[in-house]
């Protein structure tokens, strides 16, 4: 059965940095497109990055382009989101996702995913 967790989420100040990992078992994240997503208090979840399983092309929402980089590591099944610069805006919780099977686009549309990890709490606060 397929599972994502993700991890390394926190409190950080404005402009500081955090790393999240998406770990997946049940499936081999080099083969799909992954999607992050997050959820801040009140709101509904918005796409934030995406990577494509074709030629690992990646995306960004225009709120995080230049500040978030997504990449992936296969020999850990592991994909990253590492935040920079962070913003009181960025606080939600975040998602990795993964689609149900090929779709051969880097897509941050959330009808695109079926599997959902739990969520990683991110606190962007002084």
């Known amino acids: 059965q397929e599972q994502l967790v993700e991890s390394g989420g926190g409190l950080v100040q404005p402009g500081g940095s955090l790393r999240l990992s998406c770990v997946a078992s049940?499936?081999?994240?080099?083969?799909?497109?992954i999607g992050w997503f997050r959820q801040a208090p009140g709101k509904g979840r918005e796409g934030v990055s995406c990577?494509?399983?074709?030629?690992?092309?990646?995306g960004y929402a225009d709120s995080v382009k230049g500040r978030f980089i997504i990449s992936r590591y296969d020999a850990r099944n592991t994909v990253y989101l590492e935040m920079n610069d962070l913003k009181p805006e960025d606080t939600g919780v975040y998602y990795c996702?993964?689609?149900?099977?090929?779709?051969?686009?880097?897509?941050?549309?959330?009808?695109?995913?079926?599997?959902w990890g739990q969520g990683a709490q991110v606190v962007v606060s002084s």
């Open positions: 049940g499936i081999i994240l080099e083969y799909y497109a």
């Open positions: 990577l494509s399983d074709v030629s690992d092309r990646a």
């Open positions: 996702a993964t689609p149900f099977g090929a779709l051969g686009k880097c897509s941050t549309v959330e009808e695109d995913y079926l599997h």
